[in-house]
């Protein structure tokens, strides 16, 4: 197996593995994120926040990974645009970084809480609401404003070298289109963040990640362009 192809299979699993690991982290924070009794839930359920917050650990090395694996491909069509792409996907990454240790923090103030009686409740709920908040923001800020602009980067790269077919390059742009929009009328209160709106805005760069990454697993890149030459026709 040739490098190129080891690269678009280990990309293809990256994709997935970022997809599955959000999905998973979030539902784990469920109860320390969720219903006004938070502090009491958070605390009770501990080691399942703590396991939410490694699978988005592994979120965030998988969208690190990605932009890493794909640079080297990346750089042969604009090197600038694919250097943004790697920057755009480590400032998501650590934005994500800090909604973790919001969570952690918040659990860590609902262990307290629940150890001392909570003479002072009304301090616990403002601290715990401002943690939730930073964790809100970063979600924002992170998996729809920073995943719109480094999706519509790579995409744009991978639709003018065409190492893989145009449409899939397509549905990214659109894709990163959609949520970057998405992430700008949550910030403003139009929609919110978890809605019907925010999901259909979503849904399109989510689609596009899944095809790019099964279409990496299953075919590769296009090998022509892959091996330093771009090919005569579109894909």
């Not at 103030?109 to 709920?125: D, I, M, R, Y």
Request: aromatic content about 10%; some cysteine; proline content about 3%.
């Amino acid at each position: 197996m040739n490098t190129n192809r080891k690269t678009a299979i280990i990309v293809g699993v990256l994709f997935i593995l970022a997809a599955v690991t959000s999905i998973i982290g979030l539902l784990l924070y469920d109860p320390i994120l969720n219903g006004p009794d938070y502090l009491i839930k958070g605390s009770e359920n501990a080691n399942q926040v703590i396991l939410g917050a490694v699978f988005e650990f592994i979120l965030v090395g998988s969208a690190i990974g990605t932009s890493i694996m794909l640079f080297p491909l990346l750089r042969k069509q604009n090197e600038s645009i694919a250097l943004g792409y790697v920057c755009f996907r480590f400032l998501e990454a650590v934005i994500i970084t800090v909604g973790i240790v919001s969570v952690l923090s918040l659990l860590t103030l609902s262990q307290e809480f629940v150890k001392v009686g909570a003479p002072n409740a009304s301090s616990f709920h403002t601290s715990g609401t401002l943690l939730i908040a930073i964790h809100d923001w970063t979600f924002m800020l992170g998996p729809n404003l920073m995943l719109g602009i480094n999706t519509m980067m790579c995409s744009y790269l991978l639709f003018t070298s065409r190492l893989v077919p145009r449409f899939i390059s397509v549905m990214g742009i659109t894709g990163a289109t959609l949520i970057f929009i998405a992430a700008l009328l949550e910030m403003f209160g139009i929609i919110l963040q978890l809605s019907t709106w925010g999901a259909i805005l979503a849904i399109p760069v989510a689609l596009y990640e899944m095809t790019l990454a099964v279409w990496l697993i299953v075919k590769g890149f296009n090998k022509v362009y892959a091996g330093g030459t771009k090919p005569s026709t579109l894909l």
